[in-house]
């Protein structure tokens, strides 16, 4: 890990200092991402506690099983009163103990739902940090092909300038132009010279920010492929999103978790039954500890044990439960608008970016015409040394305002796709090997099972309070007035 670290630091360092010269390793936009998909700390950080998240269902339920213990006790008493026969005396003991939970009133059962609720919303979390890590790729590898172009923007343009001047200086020595015209290309050349070293800079920082996403330093970059799945309107995009953004999905898992939560905590209220057993034997003498097995004893049982009284507990903790529930509900509703602020903001940025990528197509044709005849028309004293700069000028900034509309559309169509929930690394790459949570999930749930765990899950939640919504609200769709406001105020393509 810390020679890849270096490595990675010593590519953002021949990045800052070759500018252009960087190795050339994943040259594609897939490529990228199937690198990050399989690399990045950040997702495979968050696969990590999803892992640990799924333990969650081990442990709920290890309830239904039984819990075996042996104890081994020793004691040594010294008697100081003056009329104890024996004033020394020893003894020891060694035991098995075997208790199993038969009916807990729904304790056991509600903490299983909430446990598999938990993890569901885990796993659409993971689908999140996904969905942002590869946003983020696509967003790197589209800012180095812009700074890449606009850094060619510069070169030209700085050789344009020299040409320019030196064709000022052979001009102004046949007495054709003044020295003011010759100051002037001079001028413009040195501003040329220092937006070539600012697009160098704003290159690099961007090949560093691509390595540090990807894990690989960008080399001759392909063209950016277009995206799947991109929505033709604002309303269709708007409907996939509440339905497969992950944050609404966690938020609604969330919910259920709170709500079985709730239930648990009622449950405390609820009688439980438990099964005992204990086999074991003491002796009166170390000396004779060997001789336990022959003074041994076999005890079985069952309990049933009911609440009456715990001081409050109970139900401060129902209280407390349903408290959270009411907060995950809330969150519900604040998922969906954010979701629908997301959708609405990128929809509109990148309506927005589509047009000026559009007007940019026509400036750049638009100011090249007109950038050849102004140098033309110069040569035959029809215009100025001033005109065929300023004009060369406007040609140089329609190109750069082009390779920023061009980008700023891609990322706008890359977030908008986020926004819905179409973002994963298979549905940018279906040759991605998708990683699979549900796989760890599976191969972990039964861990220490026993054949009877289901017969006892079912028998748990017999007559166990029901786990009730929090609130209707929870389940309706987004409030239809907000809904059509919004998309009548969107932008349309």
Known sequence: MLKRSRALASVAVIAMIGGMGAPAWAETL????????????????????QRALDESIVQARAGLRPTLDVTISGDYARDYSDTAFDPDSDGASASIGLSQTLWSGGRIGHGITAAEADILAGRENLRGIEQSVLASVIQAYADVIRDMEILRIRQANLSVLQRQLEESSARFEVGEITRTDVAQSEARLAQSEAELANAQAQLSTSRAVYAAVVGQAPG?????????????????????????????????????????????????????????????????????????????????????SIPLFTGGLNASRVAAA????????????????????????????????????????????????????????????????????????????????????????????????????????????????????????QRVRNRGALPWDGVLETLDRVAAPPVTPAADQADAPIDAQLKSEVVQTAPQD
């Open 220 to 304: 001759d970059l392909a063209p950016m492929p277009a995206l799947p799945g991109v929505p033709a309107d604002f309303d269709s995009a708007l409907d996939v999103a509440l339905v497969d953004n992950p944050a609404i999905r966690a938020a609604a898992y969330n919910l259920a978790a709170a709500e079985a939560n709730v239930a648990a905590a009622r449950a405390e209220y609820m009688p439980s039954v438990r099964a005992t057993a204990s086999y074991g034997g003491s002796s009166n003498d170390f000396d004779r500890f060997g001789e336990i097995a022959d003074n041994t004893r076999l005890t079985a049982g069952a309990t049933l």
């Open 30 to 49: 897939q490529e990228a991402i199937a690198l990050a998909y399989r690399t990045n700390p950040s997702l495979l950080a968050q696969r990590a506690n």
């Open 322 to 441: 349903l408290e959270r529930a009411n907060a995950a509900q809330i969150n519900v509703e604040g998922e969906r608008r954010t979701a629908l602020q997301d959708v609405s903001s990128s929809y509109a940025q990148a309506i927005s970016a589509r047009a000026s990528l559009q007007a940019g197509e026509e400036a750049v044709r638009a100011a090249s015409v007109a950038a050849e005849g102004v140098r033309q028309e110069a040569q035959v004293g029809l215009r100025t040394t001033l005109d065929v700069l300023n004009q060369e000028l406007e040609l140089r900034n329609a190109e750069v305002t082009l390779a920023s509309a061009r980008r700023n559309e891609y990322v706008a169509q890359a977030n908008l796709l986020a926004a819905m929930g179409r973002l994963e690394g298979p549905d940018l790459d279906p040759t991605l090997e998708r990683y699979d949570p549900a796989a760890n999930y």
